[in-house]
């Protein structure tokens, strides 16, 4: 039975194959050359839905990791349009490195011993770290030891609601959505308290949606040291890291900053940032 | 091997699989119960003789059949707990559920309706007309003559329903219910993708030992209910 | 349905009833129409912006429309595959061969018994193991899961089909010197799959709407491209409106379409055709839709 069913797995598998080579819709519009990881391109790995930091804005994409990607890539020797942007969630980021699906991640990808058993690591490029969002009129709320007994609201598949369960407050109740807007919303609403997730990421969501209804508390309580995702073993890591601190001796990286958390009140934590970045692996 | 065994059973020990099951099955007993009582309302009222609820009855049957369970979900808890600010329990975990559950229960009942209805064609002609002949209105019609032989006939079609709303209630991921089985299994292969094939086969074996069951079930109780003609 | 034997033409009184119901059955949806209009108000939820965004230029040419075509291109995949699946495995099914049966049959009621969810995470997974450097990923795993639970349904459209053919059709085709196998190819299957069509439109809107989770593994059909626009635009409700409002419109042309079918071809075969419900489950429709007996 076994190899009768892989057999037409694989004429089914080989035949969508041999179509699907023919190209369907990029959303975006993007054209197609270089999709593919490897080739004259480079395939990068961004958000598609965090605004500041990686957003498809109609045919465009914007934010601060999407900017950082772009000089990164130049300082590679890859020119603008040599460079594809792909869609990469948090949950599916690990596999869609070891599938070769992109080339390197810029997509608020926190280093950590567990992720870096996994796939390699150039940077920090900067650090974050994790806060509330709640109403504008809201004062009770000040950190995580709050929210006992409070609606807290995050995505599926990010371990920052789980933390503030085990480290803070047991008794807050979870709401986990698919993507920030929809916690946003619910936050409005009034249905949730507070959203979690890294600071830079709530000040472009309360500078995109909130019309000043919402605020960052503004008391971190984590480090999150965004780091550019790569396969492990790659040979980029080096030369990544020295685009890097290229990007912020020369300045580069201030105006980005500045220009990705326009309208947000969002300074980042001036001890921690710039960062300078790790040795290579 | 050892390694291999005890690595296979340290992770099946983290992950509570079977409480995840046992969230499916109360989500589709709940479903079904909610969605039978609905289906049959829908489907009465499109065999009744008042034009305005046969025109009703038809349009929540277009519209529910034709939207993917997954917009219903993501609406039951965006628009319907968020907007209109229906709360259905005070703690998160219930509330979540209790929407899941509202979610599959609207969305198979306009199949429940079909199935009901396609029974009621297994009705013979001389059934309804022999209700009307000894002065039998609609109601008592219904109820008594041709739903209960319709309800018969319907045994395979409710049959198939129920099975294609175990296998739905999977999709209740997308009503914020994480601890159901696709999100249990989606977790469980992230972190331990070396796993792969063991974990799918834990998952698709539980079903089709829940399924087979209900389609064997459905079978024997279709042959023995089938009204002798 | 004027024609229902089900109940008696109206009298004065009841039509009359009926008037006084309707009245206040109108009255009682607007009444909750207007309680969902005043909450979504008071939400913020009826912001003209946020529609005129959901339904914007922009968002349908760099969103609606790129998602909507992934969706179709997905299921135009999955539907064709299916059929070949399902021909094949339908065949095996009633096949000469006890073991060809035995391997079909489990195979047809093993991928009946999995949710469908459950497997695109699984391809998502196997594929990224087995085919690294391939970039769509996302979108074989959405196409293979729809195929293998599509096709196994329509491996029982092809063994009803058959099954509900006149035992006439298949005596004669032995009766002629046909093998066991050319009765089944060149008699039964024709019209079987005359009679299946219509069922088999109905089984697209089931992958349509099916696709919908590859949502779930990341595969940016209509609902993910949906979901990136309103994260743009902070407008999930709306958004998500239009998006079933498409979907709704492409199924019930699909429907109409079986049923137009359905009765064009009611002529072209020995069995009855059936139009399938849109769940999945031949054996649903086999049982009565379209029987002599429509009341």
Known sequence: MRKHTMGLLAMAAASTLALSACGGAEVGGEPEEGASAGGDGITIGIKYDQPGLGLQDGAEYTGFDVDVARYVANELGYSEDQITFKETPSANRESMLQNGDVDMIFATYSITDERKEVIDFAGPYFVAGQDLLVAADNTDITGPEDLEGKNLCSVTGSTSAEKIKTDYAEGVQLLERPGYAECVTALAAGQVDAVTTDDIILAGLSAANGDGNLKVVGAPFSEERYGVGLPKGSDRCEDINAAITKMIDDGTWEELVAANTEGADYTPNADLNPPTPDACA | ?229 | MSASVLFDAPGPRARSWTLVGNIVGALVVLAVAAWVLVQLDSKGQLEPQLWADAVSARTWQYYLIPGLLNTLRAAAFAIVGSIVFGLVFGMGRLSQVSLVRGVSGTVVEFFRAVPVLLMMVFFYGLFGQLLPGVSDKAFLAVVVALILYNGSVIAELVRSGVGNLPRGQGEAGLAIGLTPGQTLRSIQLPQALVAMLPAMVSQIVVVLKDSALGQLIGYQELLRTGQIVYSADGNPLQVLTVVAVVFIVLNLLLTVVAHQLSRLLSSRTAGQTIEGTGIGNPTAVAAGAGGPNNI
């Open chain 2, 1 to 229: 091997m050892n390694d291999y065994l005890s690595g296979l059973g340290a992770l099946l020990q983290q992950y509570d699989v079977l409480g995840a099951f046992w969230t499916n099955i109360q989500l589709t007993f709940w479903g079904a119960l909610i969605a039978l009582a609905l289906g049959t309302l829908l489907a009465l009222m499109r065999i009744s003789p008042i034009a305005s609820l046969r025109w009703a009855g038809a349009t929540y049957v277009s519209v529910f059949r034709n939207t993917p369970l997954t917009i219903i979900m993501t609406f039951m808890v965006m628009g319907v707990w968020t907007a209109l600010q229906i709360q259905l329990a005070d703690n998160f975990e219930d509330n979540f559920f209790r929407l899941a559950v509202v979610g599959l229960a609207v969305y198979h009942a306009a199949f429940v309706c079909e199935a009901i209805r396609s029974g009621v064609n297994t009705v013979p002609l001389g059934q309804a007309e022999a209700a009307r002949a000894i002065g039998l209105s609609f109601l008592p019609a219904a109820r008594l003559i041709i739903l209960p032989q319709a309800f018969r006939g319907a045994t395979a079609p409710l049959g198939n329903t129920l099975i294609a709303l175990l296998k739905n209630s999977t999709v209740a991921a997308a009503a914020s219910v994480s601890w159901e089985t696709s999100s249990t299994m989606k977790t469980m292969i992230e972190f331990n993708p070396n796993y792969l094939w063991e974990i799918f086969a834990v998952f698709a074996i539980g079903y089709v030992i829940l399924v087979i069951p209900i389609g064997l079930l459905t079978t024997w109780l279709s042959q023995r209910l089938a009204v002798k003609r």
